[in-house]
């Protein structure tokens, strides 16, 4: 890059090529905006700067027009000096030629950053915010420190902009506060928080950011392995084919989510890659590179957890009948995972094709169940909207209300549902078959209306009300009390398995209806 000709002591200029131009001055605002930009820019041109310099200088520039050269003179420090020399520069277009080399480096710096990022992911992005920058006084370092609280603070989950220009980095640029953000950041995903401290610090040192879309195939099966990955966002797919097309024909493919690692075998020694693994959405990933892979001892790892899930193989029953061998097979076809307390495992592994193995801890299972088809929910449901009784609603606030265990599966609970509504309309229906209308009913004062329903109606609903029925086997039924819920059916322990009856049967005997997997804190094999 043409970099500081005017720093030099003694600079010859020939521009017999470029036409001086007479170019009309730039306004004294952006002359100094410019200045200003680029002092502060990294590349430290200062060439305004240049012309404070220490030294005695001479500049050789072409008279206008096209004339023989002439020497300017001027002695560095004297402002009429320097107002002379800008004023001739100026003049004969070497002022217009400086600012046209500096906007190229700009856009040549600017084009060698946007190539950093070119690799398969551009930058989030953030949110514009007005947010706080706060600072405050370092003893020990006696300095003052600047903090961004955006800089680690990410759109919906997303990989935030601070850390990506982090792991943009090479890692021996990367500071200790920097790797320590980083390992920070990482810790929301589970595999990498299995890893002991001294290892999270390596990996946050090495580690690079990925993103890819929708289809694109991570790592192919059979080829070399040269990463290891960590998924920050999205979800993945596990195949057997090569091109990974067959993952969004199967109903139920193999995924990977946020928090999960995948292509650690395929770094192990001579090893190729034992599946393909594409992504189903946008995914985010950080990604080790082979070679600080085993630099960094993490073959040993993915080697200490494959013995783990072959000797626990090796204790259960199951297996008693296998050689080692064989037993060894089976080793790679699985990770081990961790879930916490009330962490929602499987949604339905009646449904997937999983095979589950409880190494640690255990799990409820959870079957659901549709109550809209069963005849005596159906029953209940209409004697609550019945006002012929004078019962008070309260009698159902008396039933013990389901424990909040994890909010997806939570439904809300039908006895502490206002069915205040419902009632009006059913009322409303009867009165207009009796030929009624509602509201004399309410004036009468014989009416068999519960005591509780008059005033909650009157003052809550002064108009018609309609809701939507739904149909049941059984006759209609209002939208909102069309529900199911999770009912425990059985809790597994450690050393059994979830899902090999089912796997095992014909289709025609297996049981079809959903059933859900919910850690109680458990490690497991899938
Ligand atoms: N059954 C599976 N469940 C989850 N991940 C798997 C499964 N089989 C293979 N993988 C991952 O997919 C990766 C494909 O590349 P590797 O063989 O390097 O490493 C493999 C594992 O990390």
């Known amino acids: 890059m043409i970099a500081r000709p005017l720093k030099l002591p003694e600079v010859e200029f020939r521009l017999p090529e470029v036409e001086p131009r007479r170019v009309g ?15 502060s820019s990294d590349e430290q041109l200062n060439w305004f700067g240049d012309v404070d310099s220490d030294e005695d200088w001479n500049v050789v520039v072409p008279e206008v027009p096209m004339e023989p050269l002439e020497v300017f003179k001027h002695r560095k420090g004297t402002s009429r000096g320097k107002m002379k020399f800008w004023r001739n520069i100026r003049t004969l277009g070497l002022y217009q030629l400086a600012l046209d080399i500096i906007t190229m480096i700009r856009v040549c710096k600017m084009f060698r950053q946007g190539l950093k990022g070119f690799r398969e992911y551009q930058i989030i992005e953030a949110a514009h915010r007005t947010h706080p920058i706060f600072s405050f006084w370092d003893k020990k370092k006696q300095g003052r420190i600047t903090f961004d609280t955006l800089d680690f603070i ?18 021996s640029w990367r500071t200790e506060q920097e790797i320590q953000s980083l390992c920070n950041l990482l810790q929301v995903m589970d595999s990498y928080r299995n890893y002991d401290e001294p290892l999270q610090m390596l990996l946050a040192k090495v580690t690079r950011f990925e993103r890819f879309g929708r289809r694109r195939v991570i790592v192919k099966k059979g080829q070399r392995g040269n990463s290891f990955y960590f998924i920050y966002l999205g979800t993945v797919a596990v195949t057997d084919d090569e091109d990974g097309s067959s993952a969004f024909l199967d109903p ?9 690692c995948f292509g650690e075998m395929g770094l192990l020694s001579t090893a190729v890659r034992r599946a393909t693994v594409v992504c189903m959405e946008e995914t985010e990933f950080l990604v080790v590179d082979r070679e600080d892979f085993l630099a960094n001892q993490l073959d040993e790892e993915v080697q200490k957890e494959s013995h783990y899930r072959f000797s626990f193989f090796r204790k259960l029953d199951l297996f008693s009948s296998w050689p080692d061998e064989k ?3 089976l080793v790679p076809m699985g990770k081990v995972e961790k879930f916490a307390y009330g962490q929602l495992i499987t949604k339905d592994f009646a449904d997937s094709s999983f095979l589950i193995f409880i190494c640690k801890g255990s799990c409820e299972i959870l079957r659901l169940v549709d109550l809209a088809s069963s005849l005596s929910y159906y029953k209940w449901i209409w004697q609550c909207l019945e006002l012929i009784d004078d019962r008070p609603l309260r009698a ?10 994890f909010k997806e599966f939570q439904i809300k609970s039908y006895p502490l549902q206002d069915f205040t509504a419902l009632k009006l309309l059913h009322l409303q229906k009867a009165c207009e078959q009796e030929g009624t209308s509602l509201n004399e009913r309410f004036q009468d004062p014989e009416n068999t209306l519960p005591k509780i329903m008059g005033p909650k109606i009157r003052s809550r609903f002064p108009y018609p009300i309609k809701c939507s029925m739904v149909n049941t086997k059984f006759g209609e039924l209002p939208k909102e009390a069309v529900v199911g819920v999770y009912m425990k059916v059985h809790t597994v322990e450690e050393g059994e398995t979830v899902g090999f009856h089912q796997a095992f049967l014909p289709g025609a005997q297996r049981d079809l209806r959903p ?12």
């Open 327 to 329: 037993l060894w097979k």
């Open 252 to 260: 139920h493919p193999t995924l990977l989510h946020k928090g999960s």
């Open 25 to 39: 001055r730039l306004p004294v605002v952006e002359v100094k905006t410019f200045a200003e930009e680029l002092s």
């Open 154 to 171: 990410a759109e919906e989950g997303h990989f935030p902009p601070r850390a990506i220009q982090i792991t943009q980095k090479k890692p």
């Open 396 to 405: 159902h606030l008396k039933e013990p209300y389901p424990e909040k265990r």
């Open 515 to 526: 059933m859900g997997l919910m850690s109680l804190g458990a490690e497991l094999i899938r």
